[in-house]
């Protein structure tokens, strides 16, 4: 059984419904009309939230109960989002499609899987499109309250200005707070946010 379904299946949502807090705080940035991607969305819970301010959301994902689970989330909001089962290796993410990318805790990637995907996401950004991405950094291994057990899946600022130095950086912070996303990230978190324009 693919090891997300697993972690998906059950009633309870397992990163909770509410948005993601750094996400809510770049509302500002957001424009009903705008077309967005949700990076491996899970259950739905930030490409729910997406679509309730206005935006086309596609939210891909590789579990299919995860995405399932989505679809209900978005019913029972009265929002449509479009969701797709997606190996995010393999998929097809086209070029100059969005105006947003949500990348929220998308640490799943090795290193050469990362770079494979952010170069993916540079392209379907159109130009003057953002990036919204949120990870733990390499202090989240003393905390454990979420996220990848590997060192290597996690991001620093350094590493974040180098992937993205053809980009313009809006926003990067790194910062500890508690945070509380249902099981799943729950309690003090060594937390990296970035917005980030590509040329337009």
Request: charged fraction near 25%.
């Amino acid at each position: 059984m693919n090891v997300w379904n697993e972690r998906y299946s059950g009633e309870e949502y397992h990163f909770g419904t509410e948005p993601n807090a750094f996400l809510i705080t770049q509302h500002a940035l957001l424009k009903p009309g705008m077309r967005c991607l949700a990076v491996a969305d899970g259950e739905g819970r930030n490409g729910v939230w997406l679509a309730q301010q206005g935006l086309q959301v596609l939210s891909v994902d590789s579990s299919s109960v995860a995405i399932e689970k989505a679809r209900a989330l978005a019913e029972k909001r009265g929002v449509k989002i479009e969701v797709e089962l997606a190996d995010l290796a393999l998929w097809d993410w086209g070029v100059d499609k969005f105006d947003v990318v949500a990348g929220i805790f998308i640490q799943f990637a090795p290193p050469a899987l990362r770079e494979q995907m952010f170069a993916h996401i540079k392209r379907c950004l159109k130009p003057g499109g953002l990036l919204m991405l949120q990870g733990y950094t390499p202090r989240q291994l003393e905390y454990r309250t979420g996220g990848p057990s590997m060192i290597e899946h996690l991001y620093t600022e350094a590493m974040l200005r180098s992937a993205f130095a053809d980009m313009e950086i809006l926003h990067l912070r790194e910062h500890d707070e508690v945070i509380h996303e249902g099981e799943g990230h729950s309690g003090m978190s060594a937390l990296i946010d970035m917005v980030a324009r590509k040329p337009g």
